[in-house]
């Protein structure tokens, strides 16, 4: 299966500034996803990471506040805009390889907004 | 739509009982549906998955999980539990469609007591 490398682990971060999380995978894979779980909760679907375009994003998500790059088949980074306390989150990256139904998931970036 | 129950917020049992982590779900058309295990300040880890054939599906740290579809169930279990299976439990699903997109139950905590 697909070994994905995400950084930073974890941050601690003031309000109003940006992070971004870079997710580097070691074989080409079809999809990239980005979710987020927040304290105590379940994952919810970010964005889906295209290459070369635009991420589709889920409702309450948007562009501004989490724009998404994904240069080439392996490498996707997601940004954190203007962050306030209520972004502090576990972000995740997921990959689905070019064969096989397996999703593989990043460590995750813990991210604390003070 | 598609979506994820797992009815027990929290599952007791003492090491070497059996353990059930149960799910349910809702998706049109036939799923694909998947297990992974979280454990504390890590990513999520795959445990087994769903895509057709034989009901009973077994996959990592002898874990397996019977799909039933009149039910619409994929309850997760383990004929005799240790302390180290003691982490968050997701149940997933996705529809056999070309969407890629899972969706997540709410999870379960799974505490073994020695």
């Known amino acids: ?114 | 739509a598609q979506s994820v129950a797992q009815p027990e917020d929290q599952v007791n049992v003492a090491e070497g009982n059996p353990l059930t982590v149960k799910c349910t779900y809702s998706v049109s058309g036939n799923p694909y549906l998947f297990w992974y295990v979280q454990y504390p300040n890590r990513g999520l880890q795959f445990l087994l998955k769903y895509i057709t054939g034989d009901n009973l599906v077994k996959g990592s740290y002898g874990f397996e999980a019977e799909f039933n579809k009149s039910q619409t169930s994929f309850h997760l279990k383990k004929p005799s539990a240790l302390v180290s299976d003691s982490a968050l439990y997701f149940c997933a699903v996705r529809p056999l469609s070309n969407d890629y997109k899972l969706s997540f139950g709410a999870g379960t905590t799974v505490t073994v007591r020695a």
């Open chain 1, 1 to 114: 299966s697909a070994v994905i490398s995400q950084k930073p682990s974890r941050d601690i971060c003031q309000r109003g500034t940006s992070l971004t999380i870079q997710c580097q995978v070691d074989s080409q894979v079809t999809m990239m996803f980005w979710y987020r779980q927040q304290p105590g909760q379940s994952l919810t679907l970010i964005a889906t990471a295209n290459q070369g375009s635009e991420a589709t994003y889920e409702s309450g998500f948007v562009i501004d506040k989490f724009p998404i790059s994904r240069p080439n088949l392996t490498f996707s980074t997601l940004t954190v805009s203007n962050m306030s306390p209520e972004d502090s989150s576990i972000y995740l990256c997921s990959v689905v390889p070019l064969t096989g139904y397996g999703y593989t998931f990043g460590s995750g970036t813990r991210l604390t907004v003070v």
